[in-house]
């Protein structure tokens, strides 16, 4: 097995070509024609991750975050991207990163935050003409009241807390939601007639919400880490003897709370 046969495959789930102008999804360390012999899958590639795969022999690890977002003016063991860098090139591990590409389709990240909470009629908030793009919107099977929609969610995506909008006196059936960091699709959640979004990384400002809308943000990482299951079972499906693993150091979310 190469690096470029699970890239492959990867890709045919969420081209390269789609992600943001921005994002840096695709390999990022090793060679396309490196052997591959074992997997590992994570949200984030962090220090303790690429710790995990040296002792486990892995020698590819997969994330839905990439480790290098713009460009590295040096690689020194004192920054926590150039301490990973350095760890993995040492070590021979191939380091791939499916982000926007996997945030955009339909069967990813937002699709799976939809699927957890049951909704219908689901189809994606901001496209990009292309059957993509992000976020999605759709219809709870049932109408719910804020109160019974906030325990709804806190139970689905197993949270402690989360921060929401002033709660709506009128019942929710149209839901609009985005994994990771989506206040840039607020206007785009209310123009689909969604009573209520969910999303990650909400700034203040925007709680301030109009009548008729509820913003709800569960977390940046709460939203996303299903992705990493999605990619687990995406690669056993194709190469069903192929030695792939999710991290044992489950929770790699950099927010904490008390």
């Given at each position: 097995?190469?690096?470029?046969d ?6 045919s789930?969420?081209p ?59 690689i ?136 008729g ?45 008390f």
């Open positions: 097995m190469k690096v470029k699970l890239a492959n495959v990867i890709e789930f969420a390269l070509s789609i992600q943001e102008s921005w994002d840096n999804s695709g390999l990022c360390i090793g060679s396309p024609e490196a052997e591959v012999n074992s997997v590992l899958l994570g949200l984030d590639c962090t220090s303790e991750l690429v710790d995990e795969a040296i002792a486990c022999g892995a020698d590819m690890i997969v994330t839905h975050h990439p480790l290098i977002f713009s460009g590295l003016k040096k020194s063991p004192d920054d926590p991207v150039g301490e990973i860098v350095m760890k993995a090139i040492s070590a021979g591990i191939s380091i791939y990163a499916a982000h926007t590409n996997s945030d955009k389709v339909l069967s990813g990240v937002s699709g799976a935050m939809a699927a957890r909470l049951g909704l219908k009629n689901v189809t994606i908030l901001d496209e990009d003409g292309d059957g993509t793009g992000l976020g999605v919107v759709g219809d709870l099977p049932e109408p719910m009241t804020s109160d019974e929609i906030i325990a709804f969610v806190k139970d689905r995506f197993g949270l402690k807390m989360m921060k929401t909008s002033r709660p709506l006196e009128e019942r929710i059936s149209r839901i609009a939601m985005c994994g990771g960091s989506g206040g840039s699709l607020i206007w785009a959640a209310m123009n689909s007639g969604a009573q209520l979004y969910i999303s990650g990384d909400i700034s203040y400002h925007n709680f301030f919400t109009r009548k809308f509820m913003i709800m943000d569960i977390g940046h990482y709460e939203s996303e880490k299903e992705i990493v299951e999605i990619l687990f079972s995406l690669i056993k499906k194709n190469f069903p003897t192929f030695a792939v693993r999710i991290t044992q150091n489950i929770n790699s979310n950099p927010i904490y709370y």
